[in-house]
Protein backbone atom coordinates (compact mmCIF):
# COMPACT_ATOMS: atom_id res chain seq x y z
CA UNK A 1 0.00 0.00 0.00
CA UNK A 2 1.54 2.99 -1.15
CA UNK A 3 0.86 5.71 1.44
CA UNK A 4 3.29 8.20 1.86
CA UNK A 5 3.29 10.92 5.06
CA UNK A 6 5.98 13.94 4.49
CA UNK A 7 5.37 16.36 7.33
CA UNK A 8 8.17 18.90 7.04
CA UNK A 9 7.62 20.29 2.75
CA UNK A 10 5.43 22.78 2.14
CA UNK A 11 4.04 24.20 -1.21
CA UNK A 12 5.49 28.05 -1.30
CA UNK A 13 3.61 28.82 -5.15
CA UNK A 14 2.20 27.78 -8.21
CA UNK A 15 2.01 29.18 -11.67
CA UNK A 16 0.83 28.20 -14.82
CA UNK A 17 1.63 29.02 -18.34
CA UNK A 18 -1.17 28.68 -21.51
CA UNK A 19 -0.53 29.26 -25.49
CA UNK A 20 -2.26 32.21 -26.40
CA UNK A 21 -3.85 30.55 -29.40
CA UNK A 22 -7.71 29.52 -28.25
CA UNK A 23 -9.74 26.61 -30.46
CA UNK A 24 -13.39 26.36 -29.90
CA UNK A 25 -15.10 23.17 -30.08
CA UNK A 26 -17.80 24.38 -32.44
CA UNK A 27 -15.27 24.91 -34.67
CA UNK A 28 -14.32 21.44 -34.86
CA UNK A 29 -14.54 20.11 -38.66
CA UNK A 30 -14.96 16.69 -38.30
CA UNK A 31 -18.20 16.54 -36.65
CA UNK A 32 -22.41 17.74 -37.35
CA UNK A 33 -23.34 20.78 -35.88
CA UNK A 34 -25.71 17.66 -33.29
CA UNK A 35 -22.94 16.16 -32.60
CA UNK A 36 -20.70 18.79 -31.69
CA UNK A 37 -23.40 20.36 -29.21
CA UNK A 38 -23.76 16.96 -27.46
CA UNK A 39 -20.16 16.65 -27.41
CA UNK A 40 -19.62 19.95 -25.37
CA UNK A 41 -22.67 19.24 -23.40
CA UNK A 42 -21.45 16.29 -22.13
CA UNK A 43 -17.69 16.45 -21.68
CA UNK A 44 -18.06 20.37 -20.67
CA UNK A 45 -15.45 21.47 -23.03
CA UNK A 46 -16.15 24.35 -24.85
CA UNK A 47 -12.43 26.06 -25.24
CA UNK A 48 -8.86 24.73 -25.47
CA UNK A 49 -5.54 26.03 -26.02
CA UNK A 50 -3.30 25.04 -28.56
CA UNK A 51 0.44 25.36 -28.32
CA UNK A 52 1.80 26.69 -32.21
CA UNK A 53 4.63 24.40 -33.57
CA UNK A 54 7.54 26.08 -32.27
CA UNK A 55 6.11 25.83 -28.30
CA UNK A 56 6.78 22.91 -26.59
CA UNK A 57 5.43 21.63 -22.72
CA UNK A 58 9.11 22.32 -21.74
CA UNK A 59 8.48 26.49 -23.22
CA UNK A 60 5.35 26.68 -21.46
CA UNK A 61 6.56 25.13 -17.86
CA UNK A 62 9.97 27.43 -18.07
CA UNK A 63 7.50 30.68 -18.99
CA UNK A 64 5.97 29.39 -15.52
CA UNK A 65 9.05 28.63 -13.57
CA UNK A 66 10.98 31.54 -14.31
CA UNK A 67 7.80 33.89 -13.46
CA UNK A 68 7.29 31.75 -10.15
CA UNK A 69 11.35 32.37 -9.21
CA UNK A 70 11.20 35.78 -9.74
CA UNK A 71 7.83 36.43 -7.40
CA UNK A 72 9.16 34.24 -4.99
CA UNK A 73 12.13 36.03 -4.92
CA UNK A 74 14.14 32.60 -4.45
CA UNK A 75 17.68 32.94 -5.22
CA UNK A 76 17.82 30.20 -8.44
CA UNK A 77 21.34 28.91 -7.06
CA UNK A 78 19.19 28.08 -4.17
CA UNK A 79 17.06 25.22 -5.44
CA UNK A 80 18.30 21.58 -5.20
CA UNK A 81 15.74 19.96 -7.23
CA UNK A 82 13.78 20.07 -10.29
CA UNK A 83 11.73 17.48 -11.63
CA UNK A 84 10.06 17.59 -14.85
CA UNK A 85 6.64 15.22 -15.27
CA UNK A 86 5.37 15.14 -18.83
CA UNK A 87 4.46 12.85 -21.83
CA UNK A 88 5.63 15.26 -24.14
CA UNK A 89 9.50 16.14 -23.48
CA UNK A 90 11.45 18.10 -26.35
CA UNK A 91 13.48 14.85 -27.27
CA UNK A 92 13.00 10.93 -26.53
CA UNK A 93 16.91 11.47 -25.41
CA UNK A 94 18.00 13.36 -23.07
CA UNK A 95 15.52 13.94 -20.01
CA UNK A 96 14.02 17.68 -20.92
CA UNK A 97 14.83 18.56 -16.76
CA UNK A 98 18.60 19.01 -17.83
CA UNK A 99 17.89 21.61 -20.21
CA UNK A 100 15.68 23.25 -18.07
CA UNK A 101 17.96 23.14 -15.48
CA UNK A 102 20.55 25.35 -17.50
CA UNK A 103 17.88 27.31 -18.98
CA UNK A 104 16.68 28.55 -15.64
CA UNK A 105 19.95 29.05 -14.20
CA UNK A 106 19.91 26.70 -11.44
CA UNK A 107 23.12 25.64 -9.89
CA UNK A 108 24.94 22.67 -11.24
CA UNK A 109 24.48 21.17 -7.78
CA UNK A 110 20.88 21.31 -8.66
CA UNK A 111 19.72 17.14 -9.07
CA UNK A 112 17.51 16.93 -12.03
CA UNK A 113 14.90 14.18 -13.59
CA UNK A 114 12.01 13.54 -15.45
CA UNK A 115 8.97 11.33 -14.97
CA UNK A 116 6.93 10.12 -17.69
CA UNK A 117 3.38 10.27 -16.48
CA UNK A 118 -0.13 11.88 -16.76
CA UNK A 119 -2.81 12.32 -15.60
CA UNK A 120 -1.43 11.23 -12.82
CA UNK A 121 1.56 13.08 -13.02
CA UNK A 122 1.04 15.90 -10.74
CA UNK A 123 0.28 13.63 -7.71
CA UNK A 124 3.48 11.59 -8.68
CA UNK A 125 5.54 14.61 -9.33
CA UNK A 126 4.46 16.16 -5.56
CA UNK A 127 5.33 12.74 -3.74
CA UNK A 128 8.81 12.10 -5.84
CA UNK A 129 9.76 15.97 -5.14
CA UNK A 130 8.37 15.85 -0.96
CA UNK A 131 10.11 12.39 -0.56
CA UNK A 132 13.54 12.97 -2.06
CA UNK A 133 13.30 16.71 -0.20
CA UNK A 134 12.32 15.44 3.21
CA UNK A 135 14.92 12.39 3.08
CA UNK A 136 17.80 14.92 1.69
CA UNK A 137 16.60 17.78 4.01
CA UNK A 138 16.62 20.00 0.20
CA UNK A 139 15.78 23.32 0.83
CA UNK A 140 14.22 24.18 -2.09
CA UNK A 141 12.82 22.59 -5.04
CA UNK A 142 10.56 22.97 -8.72
CA UNK A 143 8.67 20.74 -9.92
CA UNK A 144 7.40 21.29 -13.79
CA UNK A 145 4.10 19.47 -14.86
CA UNK A 146 2.56 19.64 -18.32
CA UNK A 147 2.13 18.75 -21.58
CA UNK A 148 1.48 19.44 -25.32
CA UNK A 149 -0.65 16.90 -25.88
CA UNK A 150 -2.64 18.55 -29.15
CA UNK A 151 0.66 17.52 -30.66
CA UNK A 152 0.14 13.77 -30.60
CA UNK A 153 -3.62 13.72 -31.12
CA UNK A 154 -4.98 13.34 -34.81
CA UNK A 155 -7.41 15.86 -36.04
CA UNK A 156 -9.71 13.53 -37.66
CA UNK A 157 -9.87 11.45 -34.33
CA UNK A 158 -13.15 12.57 -32.73
CA UNK A 159 -12.03 10.60 -29.56
CA UNK A 160 -9.26 12.37 -29.00
CA UNK A 161 -8.71 16.21 -30.47
CA UNK A 162 -11.86 18.09 -28.94
CA UNK A 163 -10.36 16.68 -25.45
CA UNK A 164 -7.34 17.80 -24.93
CA UNK A 165 -5.37 21.30 -24.58
CA UNK A 166 -2.24 22.23 -23.81
CA UNK A 167 -0.50 24.06 -20.29
CA UNK A 168 2.84 24.09 -18.72
CA UNK A 169 3.05 24.70 -14.78
CA UNK A 170 5.52 25.25 -11.85
CA UNK A 171 5.09 24.39 -8.30
CA UNK A 172 7.76 25.32 -5.85
CA UNK A 173 8.16 23.30 -2.49
CA UNK A 174 10.60 24.51 0.51
CA UNK A 175 11.64 23.04 3.84
CA UNK A 176 9.76 23.76 6.75
CA UNK A 177 9.41 23.24 10.58
CA UNK A 178 5.93 24.23 10.52
CA UNK A 179 3.88 22.49 7.87
CA UNK A 180 0.84 22.09 9.58
CA UNK A 181 -0.52 18.80 8.46
CA UNK A 182 2.02 18.10 5.91
CA UNK A 183 0.93 16.39 2.84
CA UNK A 184 -0.04 12.88 2.43
CA UNK A 185 -0.35 10.78 -0.73
CA UNK A 186 -2.02 7.89 -1.79
CA UNK A 187 -0.24 6.42 -5.12
CA UNK A 188 -1.65 3.15 -7.06
CA UNK A 189 -1.18 1.13 -10.35
CA UNK A 190 -2.80 -1.59 -12.59
CA UNK A 191 -0.62 -1.99 -15.79
CA UNK A 192 -3.11 -4.15 -16.72
CA UNK A 193 -4.63 -1.31 -18.58
CA UNK A 194 -2.13 -0.28 -20.53
CA UNK A 195 -3.43 0.12 -24.17
CA UNK A 196 -6.43 2.12 -23.05
CA UNK A 197 -4.10 5.76 -23.13
CA UNK A 198 -1.40 4.65 -25.76
CA UNK A 199 1.23 6.03 -28.86
CA UNK A 200 1.91 2.74 -29.79
CA UNK A 201 4.64 3.41 -31.98
CA UNK A 202 7.65 5.88 -31.41
CA UNK A 203 9.25 3.80 -28.38
CA UNK A 204 11.54 1.15 -28.51
CA UNK A 205 8.60 -1.94 -28.35
CA UNK A 206 7.56 -0.26 -32.45
CA UNK A 207 9.46 1.95 -33.92
CA UNK A 208 8.27 4.58 -36.72
CA UNK A 209 7.99 2.57 -40.05
CA UNK A 210 6.11 3.13 -43.23
CA UNK A 211 2.92 1.32 -41.18
CA UNK A 212 2.94 3.39 -38.26
CA UNK A 213 2.68 6.63 -40.12
CA UNK A 214 -0.32 6.05 -42.09
CA UNK A 215 -3.50 7.06 -41.35
CA UNK A 216 -5.65 4.18 -40.74
CA UNK A 217 -9.87 5.02 -40.43
CA UNK A 218 -10.56 2.55 -36.98
CA UNK A 219 -14.35 3.75 -37.18
CA UNK A 220 -16.40 6.44 -38.44
CA UNK A 221 -14.82 9.70 -37.26
CA UNK A 222 -11.82 8.24 -35.86
CA UNK A 223 -9.00 7.86 -37.96
CA UNK A 224 -5.55 7.95 -36.79
CA UNK A 225 -1.55 6.95 -37.06
CA UNK A 226 0.19 4.79 -34.68
CA UNK A 227 2.27 7.92 -33.82
CA UNK A 228 -0.99 9.33 -32.62
CA UNK A 229 -3.20 9.19 -29.08
CA UNK A 230 -5.40 6.38 -28.68
CA UNK A 231 -8.02 6.44 -26.30
CA UNK A 232 -10.64 3.99 -25.16
CA UNK A 233 -12.99 6.14 -23.40
CA UNK A 234 -14.99 3.24 -22.09
CA UNK A 235 -11.86 1.39 -20.20
CA UNK A 236 -11.34 4.84 -19.20
CA UNK A 237 -14.53 5.99 -17.73
CA UNK A 238 -14.62 2.72 -16.12
CA UNK A 239 -11.81 3.03 -14.64
CA UNK A 240 -12.13 6.79 -13.38
CA UNK A 241 -15.14 6.08 -11.98
CA UNK A 242 -14.46 3.20 -10.00
CA UNK A 243 -10.48 4.36 -8.80
CA UNK A 244 -10.63 7.79 -8.60
CA UNK A 245 -13.48 7.82 -5.85
CA UNK A 246 -12.10 5.04 -4.01
CA UNK A 247 -8.27 6.44 -3.83
CA UNK A 248 -9.88 9.33 -2.86
CA UNK A 249 -11.90 7.98 0.02
CA UNK A 250 -8.68 5.56 0.86
CA UNK A 251 -6.91 8.89 1.70
CA UNK A 252 -9.66 10.73 4.11
CA UNK A 253 -9.79 7.36 5.57
CA UNK A 254 -6.25 7.90 6.20
CA UNK A 255 -5.41 10.93 7.58
CA UNK A 256 -8.87 11.03 9.02
CA UNK A 257 -10.78 13.59 7.64
CA UNK A 258 -14.12 13.83 6.06
CA UNK A 259 -15.51 15.65 2.87
CA UNK A 260 -16.86 18.75 5.14
CA UNK A 261 -13.27 19.13 6.62
CA UNK A 262 -11.57 19.84 2.62
CA UNK A 263 -12.46 23.48 1.44
CA UNK A 264 -11.89 22.36 -1.95
CA UNK A 265 -11.52 19.00 -4.31
CA UNK A 266 -8.94 19.28 -7.24
CA UNK A 267 -9.28 16.68 -9.44
CA UNK A 268 -7.97 15.99 -12.69
CA UNK A 269 -10.12 16.88 -15.31
CA UNK A 270 -11.15 14.12 -17.35
CA UNK A 271 -14.33 15.20 -18.79
CA UNK A 272 -17.39 16.69 -17.25
CA UNK A 273 -19.68 13.45 -17.59
CA UNK A 274 -17.13 11.07 -15.63
CA UNK A 275 -15.61 14.23 -13.62
CA UNK A 276 -19.41 14.61 -12.18
CA UNK A 277 -20.05 10.97 -11.82
CA UNK A 278 -16.82 10.92 -9.89
CA UNK A 279 -18.37 13.82 -7.74
CA UNK A 280 -21.52 12.40 -7.08
CA UNK A 281 -19.79 8.98 -5.95
CA UNK A 282 -17.99 11.49 -2.78
CA UNK A 283 -20.69 13.29 -2.08
CA UNK A 284 -18.82 16.42 -2.63
CA UNK A 285 -21.07 19.63 -2.80
CA UNK A 286 -20.56 21.56 -6.30
CA UNK A 287 -18.86 24.11 -4.85
CA UNK A 288 -16.19 22.64 -3.23
CA UNK A 289 -15.56 20.59 -6.40
CA UNK A 290 -13.44 23.03 -9.41
CA UNK A 291 -13.35 22.91 -12.90
CA UNK A 292 -11.34 24.26 -15.26
CA UNK A 293 -12.72 22.00 -18.50
CA UNK A 294 -14.92 25.01 -19.94
CA UNK A 295 -12.00 26.86 -20.87
CA UNK A 296 -8.90 24.33 -21.49
CA UNK A 297 -9.86 20.99 -21.63
CA UNK A 298 -8.32 18.01 -20.39
CA UNK A 299 -4.37 19.25 -20.16
CA UNK A 300 -3.08 15.72 -19.13
CA UNK A 301 -0.64 16.50 -16.08
CA UNK A 302 -1.18 20.24 -16.07
CA UNK A 303 -5.05 19.76 -15.09
CA UNK A 304 -4.72 20.19 -11.25
CA UNK A 305 -2.44 23.18 -10.95
CA UNK A 306 -3.96 24.58 -13.59
CA UNK A 307 -7.58 24.69 -12.11
CA UNK A 308 -6.18 25.63 -8.94
CA UNK A 309 -4.24 28.90 -10.19
CA UNK A 310 -7.42 29.14 -12.42
CA UNK A 311 -10.05 29.31 -9.77
CA UNK A 312 -8.89 29.49 -6.31
CA UNK A 313 -5.53 32.21 -7.35
CA UNK A 314 -6.81 35.22 -4.53
CA UNK A 315 -8.00 32.64 -1.90
CA UNK A 316 -4.58 30.20 -2.55
CA UNK A 317 -2.32 33.52 -1.81
CA UNK A 318 -4.81 35.16 1.43
CA UNK A 319 -5.84 32.28 3.61
CA UNK A 320 -4.79 29.02 4.38
CA UNK A 321 -6.97 25.85 2.92
CA UNK A 322 -7.36 21.67 2.68
CA UNK A 323 -7.00 20.53 -0.62
CA UNK A 324 -7.71 17.26 -1.97
CA UNK A 325 -6.62 16.50 -5.15
CA UNK A 326 -6.50 13.61 -7.63
CA UNK A 327 -5.26 12.50 -10.85
CA UNK A 328 -5.93 9.67 -12.71
CA UNK A 329 -5.15 7.84 -15.97
CA UNK A 330 -2.98 7.17 -18.83
CA UNK A 331 -0.91 4.18 -17.25
CA UNK A 332 -3.23 2.93 -15.76
CA UNK A 333 -2.10 5.37 -12.49
CA UNK A 334 -3.94 7.29 -10.00
CA UNK A 335 -2.79 8.75 -6.84
CA UNK A 336 -4.26 10.96 -4.46
CA UNK A 337 -2.70 13.90 -2.16
CA UNK A 338 -3.90 16.12 0.89
CA UNK A 339 -2.28 19.34 1.96
CA UNK A 340 -2.76 22.44 3.89
CA UNK A 341 -1.58 25.47 1.78
CA UNK A 342 -1.01 28.29 3.65
CA UNK A 343 -0.80 32.15 1.77
CA UNK A 344 0.97 30.78 -1.15
CA UNK A 345 2.82 32.76 -4.02
CA UNK A 346 0.43 32.61 -6.95
CA UNK A 347 0.50 35.08 -10.23
CA UNK A 348 -1.64 35.04 -13.00
CA UNK A 349 -1.88 32.50 -15.29
CA UNK A 350 0.47 33.68 -18.44
CA UNK A 351 -0.32 33.52 -21.82
CA UNK A 352 2.30 32.92 -24.32
CA UNK B 1 -31.14 -8.69 -11.24
CA UNK B 2 -34.60 -9.01 -13.67
CA UNK B 3 -34.43 -9.09 -17.72
CA UNK B 4 -37.29 -6.43 -17.73
CA UNK B 5 -35.98 -3.83 -15.37
CA UNK B 6 -32.60 -4.19 -16.92
CA UNK B 7 -34.17 -3.04 -20.30
CA UNK B 8 -36.13 -0.41 -18.36
CA UNK B 9 -32.83 1.18 -16.77
CA UNK B 10 -30.95 0.22 -20.39
CA UNK B 11 -33.83 2.10 -21.99
CA UNK B 12 -33.55 5.22 -19.95
CA UNK B 13 -30.30 6.07 -21.02
CA UNK B 14 -31.80 7.32 -24.33
CA UNK B 15 -33.53 9.98 -25.14
CA UNK B 16 -35.23 9.85 -28.26
CA UNK B 17 -35.55 5.85 -29.34
CA UNK B 18 -39.02 4.53 -28.19
CA UNK B 19 -39.58 2.36 -25.35
CA UNK B 20 -41.37 -0.17 -27.73
CA UNK B 21 -37.99 -0.85 -29.72
CA UNK B 22 -35.85 -2.05 -26.51
CA UNK B 23 -36.63 -5.63 -26.50
CA UNK B 24 -34.15 -8.31 -25.56
CA UNK B 25 -33.13 -9.34 -28.80
CA UNK B 26 -32.89 -5.57 -30.26
CA UNK B 27 -29.27 -5.08 -31.45
CA UNK B 28 -28.60 -2.26 -29.77
CA UNK B 29 -25.74 -0.81 -31.90
CA UNK B 30 -28.03 -0.53 -34.82
CA UNK B 31 -30.27 2.10 -32.99
CA UNK B 32 -30.29 5.25 -34.47
CA UNK B 33 -29.33 6.86 -31.62
CA UNK B 34 -26.49 4.95 -30.30
CA UNK B 35 -23.18 6.72 -29.94
CA UNK B 36 -20.28 6.31 -27.57
CA UNK B 37 -21.63 8.77 -25.20
CA UNK B 38 -24.80 6.64 -24.51
CA UNK B 39 -22.54 4.27 -24.15
CA UNK B 40 -20.70 5.81 -21.00
CA UNK B 41 -24.00 6.45 -20.09
CA UNK B 42 -24.98 2.41 -20.03
CA UNK B 43 -21.44 1.78 -18.40
CA UNK B 44 -22.91 4.28 -15.21
CA UNK B 45 -25.82 3.31 -15.31
CA UNK B 46 -24.33 -0.35 -14.61
CA UNK B 47 -21.89 0.97 -12.39
CA UNK B 48 -24.13 2.60 -10.29
CA UNK B 49 -27.31 0.07 -10.60
CA UNK B 50 -25.64 -3.52 -10.31
CA UNK B 51 -22.28 -2.49 -9.25
CA UNK B 52 -20.53 -4.03 -12.31
CA UNK B 53 -17.78 -2.80 -14.30
CA UNK B 54 -18.26 -3.19 -17.94
CA UNK B 55 -15.23 -3.05 -20.34
CA UNK B 56 -14.66 -1.19 -23.77
CA UNK B 57 -14.77 -4.82 -24.83
CA UNK B 58 -17.82 -6.07 -23.01
CA UNK B 59 -19.94 -3.52 -24.97
CA UNK B 60 -17.87 -4.20 -27.97
CA UNK B 61 -18.74 -7.54 -27.72
CA UNK B 62 -22.46 -7.85 -26.93
CA UNK B 63 -24.81 -7.13 -29.87
CA UNK B 64 -28.05 -7.66 -28.29
CA UNK B 65 -29.19 -6.36 -24.61
CA UNK B 66 -29.90 -9.85 -23.53
CA UNK B 67 -26.37 -10.54 -24.34
CA UNK B 68 -25.22 -7.32 -22.06
CA UNK B 69 -27.71 -8.68 -19.69
CA UNK B 70 -26.44 -12.31 -19.42
CA UNK B 71 -22.94 -10.57 -19.14
CA UNK B 72 -23.37 -8.85 -16.03
CA UNK B 73 -25.42 -11.33 -14.57
CA UNK B 74 -21.96 -13.42 -14.73
CA UNK B 75 -19.93 -11.12 -13.34
CA UNK B 76 -22.54 -10.02 -10.58
Same mark, same amino acid.
Given at each position: ??? @? ?11 ? /? ?12 ? *? !??? %? ?9 ? %? ?6 ? $? ?16 ? =? ?30 ? *?????? /? ?7 ? /? ?25 ? #? ?6 ? $? ?35 ? #? ?11 ? !? ?7 ? *????? @? ?33 ? %? ?23 ? @???? =???? %? ?24 ? @?????? !???? $? *? ?29 | ?76
Amino acid at each position: MAF @INISDVRMAGIAA /CIPKQSYHNKDYPH *L !STE %EKDKLIKTTGI %ERRRIADD $NTCTSDLCFEAADQLISE =LGWNRTDIDLLVFVSQTPDYIIPATSTILQQR *LGLSEE /CAAYDIALG /CSGFIYGMSSVASMMSAGKLKRAILLV #GDTITKKT $NIKDKSTAPLFGDAGTATAFELTKNSGDGIQFHLATD #GSGYKAIQIEAGG !SRQSVDEIA *LTEIE @IQAGITRRKVDLSLDGMDVFTFGISRAPESARKLL %ERIGKNVDQIDYFIFHQANLFMNEK @IRKK =LKIP %EEKYLYSLSEYGNTSSATIPLTIVHQ @IKDQVN !SKPL $N *LLLSGFGVGLSWGSAYLATNNIVCPEIIEI | MELNSFIENFAAQFDDTDVSEFTPSVNFKDLDEWSSLTALSVIAMVDEEYDVKLSGNDIREANTIEDLYQLIANKN
